[in-house]
């Protein structure tokens, strides 16, 4: 869907607001302030508190303690919306009302009930909302991606997920699945372009360990919990031709072939197991993931879309994660509701 409303000149100076001056609220906040054609940020933050925190901090905001006060004084080019999930619907409808382009922190809303609502209206306003699935910019999922689309490994058989670390301390979080599990999900439905038929799953406090299952028959596992003492975030995808092997926190892609022939030396084949094959480390231009998300937001603003992650596709991520949810409640495969395929 080609975004009307909200398209501006490729040249002209933004004023950016973020809603919410939280932990992900500050980060967007100076990933903003370090753009060049961003000639003003508003920052909107009932905490006179936090205001006042990231004025010193920045020096070059003009803030205010309600979206209302915000919009009656500011023209707006576009606008994040970083709040907990239970105040994003109502905060995104009014800007999305007001025509103001949304760039949505996951996951959106508490519910896909909740969220549709706000998909729905962008898309009928015709105005750009991408949801804040800061992985798929990281560079090595970008390089990823591209390298399963020129079929380099043939056709992925399956995909496994980690995401583990300490509790976060930040306030608003979602629960675990919604709130971190959904980065996983997303970036698995990128990169097969698709959504899951069911989900499998055992969960256990501050754990959750998922099975998803695709129509093509790719299975992926996805591993999260806030436990582990040291956080780690690895992907990787098993295909036809070898092992795609991703790091989020380095920035590292890896490709383990299959091996090319069998072991010459006995003894080395039963300590190493199958013969290797080769092991490739991509060159990468590493960015920061955030920084890349408001550049193609910015883009899309300056060229009428499309949005770099659709609300629909938001939705899917919430809506397997339900799915997630009460399959670990139920003790049986769930069949994702309200995907957008």
């Known amino acids: 869907m080609r975004i009307v409303a909200g398209a501006m000149a490729s040249n002209a100076p933004i004023t950016a607001a973020v809603v919410g001056g939280g932990v992900m609220g500050a980060f967007h906040v100076r990933a903003l302030l370090d753009r060049p054609d961003v000639e003003a940020v508003v920052l909107v933050e009932p905490s006179e508190e936090r205001r006042a925190l990231l004025e010193r901090r920045h020096g070059r905001l003009r803030s205010y303690p309600s979206l209302d006060a915000a919009l009656e004084r500011e023209r707006l080019d576009c606008a994040c919306v970083a709040v907990p999930p239970a105040l994003a619907p109502e905060l995104a409808s009014a800007l999305i009302e007001r025509e103001v382009p949304v760039l949505l922190e996951k996951p959106m809303a ?10 729905a209206l962008a898309e009928e306003r015709g105005v750009l909302l ?3 699935y800061i992985e798929r910019f990281n560079p090595a999922v970008e390089a990823l991606r591209g390298e399963l689309a020129n079929g ?5 058989l ?8 300490p509790l976060p301390t930040r306030d608003g979080l979602a629960n675990l699945v919604k709130d971190s599990t959904t980065h996983d999900l997303d970036v698995m439905c990128h990169l097969l372009g698709g959504a899951p038929q069911r989900a499998y799953a055992e969960m256990g406090a501050n754990l959750v360990c998922a099975s998803v299952r695709w129509e093509d028959d790719v299975t992926g596992l996805v591993e999260t919990n806030w436990l582990t003492p040291m956080k780690i975030r690895r992907l990787t995808v098993t295909a036809e031709g070898g092992m795609f092997e991703v790091d989020y926190l380095t920035q590292d892609l ?13 003894t080395l084949g039963v300590v190493r197991g199958a013969n290797e094959g080769r092991m490739i480390r991509y060159a990468l231009d590493r960015r920061e993931p955030l920084a890349v998300e408001w550049e193609r937001f910015i883009a899309a603003l300056r ?3 499309p949005a770099p992650v659709p609300g629909r596709e938001g939705l899917n991520a919430l809506a397997l994660a339900e799915a997630i949810i009460a ?3 139920t003790a049986t495969p769930v069949a994702p509701e ?4």
Do not use: K
């Open 327 to 329: 399959s670990a409640r």
């Open 152 to 156: 380099v490994a043939g056709r992925v």
């Open 303 to 305: 060229d009428g879309g």
């Open 110 to 119: 508490p519910t896909v009930a909740e969220a549709e609502p706000v998909v």
């Open 338 to 341: 309200g995907l957008s395929v």
């Open 158 to 165: 399956h995909m496994h997920a980690r995401r583990l670390s």
């Open 130 to 132: 991408s949801v804040g």
């Open 254 to 266: 890896f490709f383990h072939e299959q091996p090319r022939s069998e072991p010459h030396w006995e």
